[in-house]
């Protein structure tokens, strides 16, 4: 008996005590060491992966720009080519590839800057949460936005990558131009996947606003920064947290129950808006949906409708026309418009307004930008009103306001698109007409404003200065530069001297000369025969170091715009297809039965639109929408077009989102309730040009003979 417990527990009991001690060993130790050793691997590993896409992102960075300085180069050289070709018969270059080159640089430039847009966090969005949320829920809703928008890259630069395949394995070309199609459409799956890569990216990125501080080389505020950092939780932002699941959740369910699609698609897409997701996804997500699950077609159509949407001459005025702007908004151009504008009016009373009206006039029209105008010219405009007594809500709403002035005035980008945007018979309207028709509006715009800013003030209080012609005439000679170029554009494009791609491409040739030769040509013959002279390179406001930047902010801008119309028009193809348009007017008819009442409607909706959406949103998303209607109703396409125009132009400064009200409380440092109340009047008076404008098609229509 005692042999065999003796064996039992040698032979059992024992190894088994040692296999459930090795157990408990390893539970007690060793899965723990495991653990940590599974944790400091994953670490590493992501450590490693950061550091690797780094690297890539710097060197595709330093790619992008060179390949879009370039391009931007090259473009311009082409189409002044073509249009010397054109201007004298004697010129016989040939060169009738040159257009086509210019396209495809600029499909490239443009899908490279909405890259280089997503790595700058520049993409056009309209983010309510970020006024509503804390900060806690402001992060969470980032999430959430940037998340889906790498995701609906990613899935984009599947489909295009499928596209270009296709093209590749038939061999397509492009008409005569000798390069195969799809080295043209490589631009698509390679920007697209470097998107989705830098959206996820932004996920664990800070602030943008502290990022701009630390890359100007200024410390950002430490209270800031503290506050920044709270990580408490509202009861609004944990509904959030649980919102997007839920609508996903809530989405699948719909679609297995046989819901109402339509409502799916928009609800979702309402979320995303909500939340901040750039504008390009919102209008990608609803034509994947319609494409998908009410057209019942390919998504691979969706990459071939927006490269064959961006194959149109038309846009390439777009980025010209924004390099043009960037090259003299970077000079001293601001600073001459105003010294022009102050010295031939400012004496009178109610005088320096006047001057702010005309300045933001000039400037916009060059710049065309209205948020850019603000900053350059009421960062100057607005201290020196106050120093002259004019009140302060008065003169915030004054610099706010004017700026919207060059979106009239061509050249004018938003007119521009709208002319792509909304096409009669499948062509586009004509960009010229566009813009000779903006004129008349464009300065019965500036006259109501001139007029109330005359009599808004006391006269009696405001001083008559001397009238001072030496000055007017230094100032006119040193400001006289870019005026010209406002001149020049204008009756060239009237004349039919230029086309809209051509004046884009003169405007920037000529804005180089001026900044780097012209004026500092100028600057410097005034020196006269003083002994110690400056040298010619010291009075180039724009150092040629300082190119590179303008030209990669230019195209950034151009970017954000490029996507977004490239994939609404891929949107437009499908709603045209599905004659969603001809339904609405059907439905539209049955309600109003005459043109003055559509108009009334038209001009209430924009309106209101135009409260919450930006003026190139608005027209990339309802144009092709309301445009067949107003035809239907007998309205004019090229008035129709001002309407839509004069009525988002005073979107910019209607609350709860223009933008202008948001950049002037933020350069002048006052408060946005401050800013509201004082662009309250001006949204009156433009009102009131919106109703001529509307009633009276002449205003419109006959600088054009009609």
Same mark, same amino acid.
């Given at each position: 008996m005692g042999d065999l417990l003796q064996w039992l527990a040698n032979n059992i009991f024992l190894p088994f005590g040692r296999f459930w001690g090795f157990v408990w060993f390893f539970i007690?130790?060793?899965?723990?060491?495991?653990?940590?050793?599974?944790?400091?691997?994953?670490?590493?590993?992501?450590?490693?992966?950061?550091?690797?896409?780094?690297?890539?992102?710097?060197?595709?960075?330093?790619?992008?720009?060179?390949?879009?300085?370039?391009?931007?180069?090259?473009?311009?050289?082409?189409?002044?080519? *073509?249009?010397?070709?054109?201007?004298?018969?004697?010129?016989?270059?040939?060169?009738?590839?040159?257009?086509?080159?210019?396209?495809?640089?600029?499909?490239?430039?443009?899908?490279?800057?909405?890259?280089?847009?997503?790595?700058?966090?520049?993409?056009?969005?309209?983010?309510?949460?970020?006024? *509503?949320?804390?900060?806690?829920?402001?992060?969470?809703?980032?999430?959430?936005?940037?998340?889906?928008?790498?995701?609906?890259?990613?899935?984009?630069?599947?489909?295009?990558?499928?596209?270009?395949?296709?093209?590749?394995?038939?061999?397509?070309?492009?008409?005569?131009?000798?390069?195969?199609?799809w080295i043209i459409q490589l631009v698509l799956p390679i920007t697209l996947s470097m998107m989705g890569a830098r959206f996820i990216e932004n996920i664990f990125r800070g602030s943008k606003e502290n990022e701009d501080l630390e890359a100007s080389g200024i410390r950002p505020d430490p209270v800031v920064m503290k506050s920044g950092a709270d990580t408490s939780m509202a009861v609004k932002d944990i509904i959030l947290a649980g919102l997007?699941?839920?609508?996903?959740?809530?989405?699948?369910?719909?679609?297995?129950?046989?819901?109402?699609?339509?409502?799916?698609?928009?609800?979702?897409?309402?979320?995303?808006?909500?939340?901040?997701?750039?504008?390009?996804?919102?209008?990608?997500?609803?034509?994947?949906?319609?494409?998908?699950?009410?057209?019942?077609?390919?998504?691979?159509?969706?990459?071939?409708?927006?490269?064959?949407?961006?194959?149109?001459?038309?846009?390439?005025?777009?980025?010209?026309?924004?390099?043009?702007?960037g090259i003299m908004t970077a000079g001293s151009i601001s600073t001459k418009l105003i010294e022009t504008?102050?010295?031939?009016?400012?004496?009178?009373?109610?005088?320096?307004?006047?001057?702010?009206?005309?300045?933001?006039?000039?400037?916009?029209?060059?710049?065309?930008?209205?948020?850019?105008?603000?900053?350059?010219?009421?960062?100057?405009?607005?201290?020196?009103?106050?120093?002259?007594?004019?009140?302060?809500?008065?003169?915030?709403?004054?610099?706010?306001?004017?700026?919207?002035?060059?979106?009239?005035?061509?050249?004018?980008?938003?007119?521009?698109?709208?002319?792509?945007?909304?096409?009669?018979?499948?062509?586009?309207?004509?960009?010229?007409?566009?813009?000779?028709?903006?004129?008349?509006?464009?300065l019965l715009v500036v006259l109501i404003l001139c007029i109330y800013s005359i009599f808004k003030q006391d006269i009696a209080n405001l001083k008559v200065k001397k009238f001072d012609i030496k000055k007017v005439l230094s100032a006119s000679l040193e400001g006289s530069f870019s005026l010209i170029l406002i001149v020049l554009i204008f009756f060239g494009i009237y004349f039919g001297i230029f086309t809209a791609v051509e004046a884009a491409a003169v405007a920037v040739a000529y804005a180089a000369l001026v900044e780097f030769f012209l004026q500092p040509a100028l600057s410097y013959g005034r020196q006269g025969n003083a002994e110690t002279k400056q040298k010619f390179s010291s009075f180039i406001e724009m150092k040629p170091s300082e190119v590179p930047k303008v030209f990669l902010d230019s195209c950034s801008i151009m970017g954000a715009l490029f996507v977004i119309i490239v994939i609404a028009m891929a949107l437009n193809r499908f709603l045209c297809e599905e004659q969603i348009p001809q339904a609405a007017a059907a439905w539209l008819s049955a309600k109003v039965s005459t043109k003055i009442g559509f108009l009334f409607l038209v001009n209430i909706f924009l309106l209101l639109l135009g409260c919450v959406m930006d003026i190139i949103s608005a027209i990339l998303i309802v144009a092709p929408l309301l445009a067949p209607i107003a035809i239907y109703y007998g309205v004019d396409p090229i008035h129709f077009g001002i309407i839509f125009i004069v009525n988002l132009q005073i979107g910019y400064i209607t609350p709860p989102i223009g933008i202008n009200l948001f950049v002037a409380s933020g350069v002048f440092k006052k408060p946005i309730v401050q800013v509201i109340r004082g662009t309250l009047p001006f949204v009156a008076i433009l009102l009131i040009a919106l109703l001529i404008v509307t009633y009276v098609p002449a205003f419109s229509l006959i600088l054009l003979g009609r």
């Amino acid at each position: 008996m005692g042999d065999l417990l003796q064996w039992l527990a040698n032979n059992i009991f024992l190894p088994f005590g040692r296999f459930w001690g090795f157990v408990w060993f390893f539970i007690r130790f060793g899965f723990s060491q495991l653990f940590f050793t599974i944790i400091m691997v994953i670490t590493f590993a992501l450590s490693v992966i950061k550091s690797v896409y780094k690297i890539v992102d710097k060197i595709v960075y330093e790619v992008e720009k060179v390949i879009i300085v370039l391009a931007l180069i090259v473009m311009t050289i082409a189409v002044l080519l *073509v249009a010397v070709d054109r201007w004298f018969e004697w010129v016989n270059f040939g060169w009738f590839w040159l257009t086509k080159l210019a396209m495809f640089l600029m499909i490239w430039a443009g899908f490279m800057g909405a890259s280089v847009a997503t790595k700058r966090r520049e993409h056009i969005t309209i983010d309510i949460s970020s006024k *509503v949320l804390t900060l806690k829920g402001g992060k969470i809703a980032t999430f959430f936005s940037q998340a889906f928008s790498a995701g609906f890259c990613f899935y984009m630069a599947k489909l295009s990558y499928l596209y270009m395949a296709e093209s590749f394995r038939y061999g397509d070309k492009e008409g005569v131009f000798p390069i195969p199609l799809w080295i043209i459409q490589l631009v698509l799956p390679i920007t697209l996947s470097m998107m989705g890569a830098r959206f996820i990216e932004n996920i664990f990125r800070g602030s943008k606003e502290n990022e701009d501080l630390e890359a100007s080389g200024i410390r950002p505020d430490p209270v800031v920064m503290k506050s920044g950092a709270d990580t408490s939780m509202a009861v609004k932002d944990i509904i959030l947290a649980g919102l997007f699941p839920g609508l996903v959740l809530g989405s699948l369910l719909a679609f297995k129950l046989s819901l109402s699609i339509g409502w799916l698609v928009f609800i979702n897409c309402l979320f995303l808006f909500f939340i901040g997701t750039p504008l390009f996804v919102l209008i990608g997500l609803a034509c994947v949906f319609c494409v998908i699950l009410i057209g019942n077609g390919d998504p691979i159509n969706i990459p071939i409708d927006m490269f064959d949407a961006v194959k149109k001459e038309t846009l390439l005025a777009i980025p010209l026309f924004i390099l043009a702007g960037g090259i003299m908004t970077a000079g001293s151009i601001s600073t001459k418009l105003i010294e022009t504008a102050k010295s031939i009016i400012g004496h009178l009373p109610g005088g320096l307004a006047v001057s702010t009206v005309l300045a933001c006039l000039f400037f916009a029209a060059i710049s065309g930008s209205s948020p850019v105008t603000v900053i350059a010219i009421g960062s100057i405009m607005f201290p020196a009103l106050l120093k002259e007594k004019y009140d302060e809500d008065f003169s915030l709403g004054l610099v706010s306001s004017a700026g919207t002035l060059g979106i009239l005035i061509p050249p004018s980008i938003p007119m521009i698109i709208y002319a792509i945007m909304a096409p009669v018979d499948g062509k586009a309207l004509s960009v010229r007409e566009l813009f000779v028709a903006g004129v008349i509006p464009g300065l019965l715009v500036v006259l109501i404003l001139c007029i109330y800013s005359i009599f808004k003030q006391d006269i009696a209080n405001l001083k008559v200065k001397k009238f001072d012609i030496k000055k007017v005439l230094s100032a006119s000679l040193e400001g006289s530069f870019s005026l010209i170029l406002i001149v020049l554009i204008f009756f060239g494009i009237y004349f039919g001297i230029f086309t809209a791609v051509e004046a884009a491409a003169v405007a920037v040739a000529y804005a180089a000369l001026v900044e780097f030769f012209l004026q500092p040509a100028l600057s410097y013959g005034r020196q006269g025969n003083a002994e110690t002279k400056q040298k010619f390179s010291s009075f180039i406001e724009m150092k040629p170091s300082e190119v590179p930047k303008v030209f990669l902010d230019s195209c950034s801008i151009m970017g954000a715009l490029f996507v977004i119309i490239v994939i609404a028009m891929a949107l437009n193809r499908f709603l045209c297809e599905e004659q969603i348009p001809q339904a609405a007017a059907a439905w539209l008819s049955a309600k109003v039965s005459t043109k003055i009442g559509f108009l009334f409607l038209v001009n209430i909706f924009l309106l209101l639109l135009g409260c919450v959406m930006d003026i190139i949103s608005a027209i990339l998303i309802v144009a092709p929408l309301l445009a067949p209607i107003a035809i239907y109703y007998g309205v004019d396409p090229i008035h129709f077009g001002i309407i839509f125009i004069v009525n988002l132009q005073i979107g910019y400064i209607t609350p709860p989102i223009g933008i202008n009200l948001f950049v002037a409380s933020g350069v002048f440092k006052k408060p946005i309730v401050q800013v509201i109340r004082g662009t309250l009047p001006f949204v009156a008076i433009l009102l009131i040009a919106l109703l001529i404008v509307t009633y009276v098609p002449a205003f419109s229509l006959i600088l054009l003979g009609r």
